[in-house]
């Protein structure tokens, strides 16, 4: 569940690990807290996160590129409205999945790359992130806000971006090489022969149409 995830999030922090906590849109009211620490995580708007390879990665939401939060506020609340409308199906549609006994698909995320608004959306999205490591003289950003998990390179930068955990199931990790990959958790089994949840892989199709492994 999330309090579990939340736990050993703390639990790490107790223990000497430095965790900092990203505020977005979602969470605007933590920004009023940037700089505090709670337990021994530190909120902030963003940050500057090395890899173990040496490379600098811009850690931000990216809320603060989209015009739409910032200065249609209405037509931001009418997408929140088609996106929790979406996500119900997305529910309905998981449930009925389940029974038929198919593996997790996502209606919404399929829903957003068919629409080639959104599409275009998404891609602006990536090229102004981008941008903005340039600007910021780092060699990627990672970021979220759009639900969309992708790694991509543009030019000397790499764009990545972690997805969510709602409808597209969707983390980033690093390797021991600082190499960065996506994980999908789209079917998560109740029970295996260890007695745990088993994270099972999945393929990531991009914008490009390129397919990823994910696990």
Not at 123 to 139: K, N, P, Y
Not at 150 to 158: D, H, L, R, T
Request: glycine residues 8%; hydrophobic residues 40%.
């Amino acid at each position: 569940s999330h309090n579990d995830v939340v736990q050993k999030l703390l639990r790490k922090a107790r223990k000497g690990a430095s965790i900092t906590y990203i505020a977005g849109n979602h969470d605007e009211f933590a920004r009023q807290f940037q700089g505090v620490h709670f337990g021994g995580i530190v909120v902030a708007d963003r940050a500057i996160h090395e890899t173990a390879d040496g490379r600098r990665l811009l850690v931000i939401h990216g809320d603060q590129f989209d015009t739409v939060v910032h200065n249609q506020r209405w037509l931001a609340y009418l997408g929140d409205y088609a996106y929790d409308t979406a996500m119900l199906i997305n529910r309905v549609v998981t449930k009925l999945r389940h029974l038929l006994g198919l593996p997790y698909w996502s209606f919404s995320s399929w829903a957003k790359v068919k629409v080639k608004k959104a599409v275009n959306f998404i891609g602006s999205f990536q090229t102004v992130l981008s941008e903005e490591a340039r600007r910021s003289h780092v060699d990627g950003v990672i970021c979220g806000h759009i639900h969309h998990a992708a790694i991509e390179s543009y030019g000397e930068v790499q764009y990545i971006n972690t997805g969510d955990w709602v409808e597209s199931c969707t983390a980033v990790v690093e390797h021991f090489d600082g190499r960065m990959e996506i994980l999908t958790w789209a079917h998560v089994l109740p029970e295996s022969s260890t007695g745990k949840d088993v994270l099972v892989p999945v393929d990531i199709i991009d914008l490009k149409g390129r397919a990823a492994q994910a696990a």
